[in-house]
Structure formats: C-alpha cells, structure tokens
C-alpha cells in the first residue's frame, strides 16, 4: 500500500524477500516430494491394496466354490486374525489411494498434509506389525492341517500375499518416516 | 584472511563461507544427539536388552528347576521361535549398549557414526518385526497348553516379556529412522 505513493525514481527500501535458505529447503520439499517419489508411494499403495484383497479374497474363495468342504476358514481363529488383518490393511491401503489421487487431481482439498503425514507414520507402522503378526500366526495352524485340503491351498495363499503385503508396506513405512522427519526437521 | 588481501574500494567476489544454515545444521545435529537423545537411547537399548535376557529365561528356568517337568519349550517349535529371536534381539541391544558407552568414554574408536546409523536403522526394523512375529507365534501355543502349568506360566511371561521388549525396540526403531532421516537430508 505504501510503496503506490512513492515516486518511481525514489530509492526503494529493501524488501523483505524470501531468503535463499528458506527458498531452497521449500523447493526440495516440493521437487522431491511431488513427481517421483508420489508416484512411487501411489504404486506402492496400489500393491498393498491388491496383495491383502487377494489375500483376504483368498480365504472367503473355497467357502463359497465348494459347499461340501467341511471346514472354513472360520473354524481356526488364527485365519479369522489373518483375514480381519487383511480386511484393515486394504481400507487402510484404499484410503491413502484415494488420498493420493486427490491430491493429484485437488491438491490438498481431501485431508492436509501434515495431517496426512502423522496418520502416514502411525498407521503404517501399525499395518506392517499387524501384517507380521498375521502372517506369522497363520503359519503352525498350515502345518497342522491336511496338505492338498483345498482351505489349506487358500491358506497358503493368504499367508504368501499377506506377507508380500507386509513386504509393501514395510517399505512404505519407511517413506513415510522418511517424509515425516523431513516434516519435523523443517 | 582474504578480505586482508583485497582493497576496500575493489568489488569482493562472493567467498564460499560456511552458510548459516549449514551452520545451523551442525550445531543442532550435534546438540540434539548428545546429551538428552543419547542417554534415553541407552536407556531404551538397556531396557530392551533386559527384557529379552528376561523373556529368553523364564523359558529356560523350569526346564532346570524343575526335573520332573514331562515337557520343556523344546517340544513347541513357536517357544523355540520365540525364545532365539529374543536371544538374538538380546546380542543386538548388548551390541547397541557397548556402541553406545564406547560413544561416551571414548568418541568414535569402536564403530563409525554413518555405518552405526544404517545398522540401527535395518536391525532395529529387524528386530521389532521379529520380536511381534515371536510373540504372536506363541500366543496359541499357550492357548493350548494346561493352565495352571509351570511351562504355561513361563510361556506367559516369556510372551509379556516378549512384547514388552518388542513395544521398546519399535520405539528406537523410530528414533533410529529419526536419525538416519537427518544424516541423509544434510
């Protein structure tokens, strides 16, 4: 407002303009942050979505295909434990795809940020420890079981993805304690 | 010394001086590990090492105390599981805890800064996804055991201990990734 009321040829008070420091770290925030390492989260969202779908869907499968099977999956708890785990992680996974295909579309009209980087940190720690836990619970009752039984095949499937799950989500666990911390030391 | 060197009146060439924000960085990386986070680190690695030597003996101690115990952890390979992965995270804390007091009677001599942080980084995730996966494998097993038991009590308390250790290095495992995020950012 003031400067409208003084002369072009007038000296001009020095302005106070961003400094090369604070410039710099918001520009590596955003160029390494935004094109390469979203997508990459993105895809790894994609995989941990798909890897615990198909590890739960896995489980539900021969109940319904063969009505003459004796058991289920629900007669053993640790399988329950494995596809109730399952089952979270893919909301969870859904979610932070969705998160991150409206920040593409929208930047930042879904949840903000930093917001977003908190549940980040917090809920994929919690994922990959009940994702190990799963994994390695469902294993001895397998063991126990009748090999070529078709819920021990469904079984072993679950356990295979729900550990490639884990797999996943470890790595993204990382990142985002990795984005975190950039958060906080920022 | 330069600026000794160069008349007044002559325009200076920009001198790569030490930024302040390098500067800043140094004295916070410097200030914020010593003191306070490197003694509660020690106190975590202490802590951890204590409760895995704990969880790995309270299976060990009946099978010596008691003679005439018809079973021993031996018998159940998930007590087995858990009892060498808490062995194993108790070598890495007493690995840790000599690190960490070499740190402090003498700076550096026992193992460089940049190699101690990566290996913080994977053993701690390491350890934390060891120690939930031991103590989940456990949980059934003990389920199934007879109440009341001297081998069920053991196991009991080998699976809190067991727990309790993985709650603590899931914490370090944080504060490790904390540090490895600050040593490859500057």
């Known amino acids: 407002m003031s400067n409208i009321s003084i002369s072009p040829s007038q000296p001009q008070p ?3 303009t961003p400094s090369p420091f604070s410039f710099s770290v918001a520009s590596t925030r955003w160029s390494s942050r935004r094109p390469p390492i979203h997508a990459f989260n993105l895809f790894l969202r994609f995989l941990a979505l798909v ?9 539900v499968a021969p109940k319904s ?3 003459k099977q004796p058991t289920t999956f629900r007669d053993y708890p640790e399988l329950v434990y494995c596809f109730v785990v399952n089952i979270l992680v893919f909301v969870y996974a859904a979610y932070q795809l ?3 295909i409206c920040d593409i579309v929208h930047r930042g009209i879904f949840i903000s940020d930093m917001v977003s980087d908190y549940i980040s ?3 994929d720690q919690l ?4 994702l190990v836990s799963a994994s390695s619970v469902a294993v001895p009752v397998i063991q126990q079981m009748n090999n070529g039984n078709s819920l021990w095949k469904a079984a072993m499937v679950s356990v295979c993805m729900s550990f490639a799950s884990f797999l996943v989500i470890a790595f993204t666990a990382l990142l985002s304690g990795y984005r975190f911390c950039k958060r906080i030391i920022w």
């Open 14 to 16: 020095p302005l106070p």
């Open 51 to 59: 890897l615990s779908s198909a590890s739960a869907l896995s489980l």
């Open 65 to 67: 295909s063969l009505r």
């Open 98 to 100: 969705f998160k991150g």
């Open 121 to 123: 940190l917090i809920f």
């Open 127 to 130: 994922a990959g420890y009940l």
